[in-house]
């Protein structure tokens, strides 16, 4: 069983920043996978970013790619999701999840979710 506990999100306008931590709790975190999924109202949730165990894979859906970066601190259990130049189409409810790969399919636990929400 992990845990999985979302922060950081808010109202921020187009263009600008935010970092999203996932703290987990109830598993050794330095040997798990970790993915970060948004669901936009009235949307299927979609795959952001993942990135392996031990932080050396990482991959990213193509929307956010070279806007977004996903990294973890094992000494903290903690993954992050740094968001730069956000847009609009960005707002949605962000989760993390233990697992790999871009389908929701390859993650069993996942935590509450924060919300983000980018004003034009």
């Known amino acids: 069983q992990v845990q999985l506990v979302e922060s950081g999100g808010g109202l921020v306008q187009a263009g600008g920043s935010l970092r999203l931590s996932c703290a987990a709790s109830?598993?050794?975190?330095?040997?798990?996978?970790l993915g970060w999924f948004r669901q936009a109202p009235g949307k299927e949730r979609e795959f952001v970013a993942a990135?392996?165990?031990?932080?050396?894979?990482?991959t990213y859906a193509d929307s956010v790619k070279g806007r977004f970066f996903i990294s973890r601190d094992n000494a903290k259990n903690t993954v992050y999701l740094e968001m730069n130049s956000l847009k609009p189409e960005d707002t949605a409810v962000y989760y993390c999840?233990?697992?790999?790969?871009?389908?929701?399919?390859?993650?069993?636990?996942w935590g509450q979710g924060t919300q983000v929400t980018v004003s034009s």
């Open positions: 109830g598993h050794i975190f330095s040997s798990i996978n």
């Open positions: 990135v392996s165990w031990s932080g050396s894979r990482t």
């Open positions: 999840a233990v697992g790999y790969g871009s389908s929701s399919g390859g993650y069993n636990y």
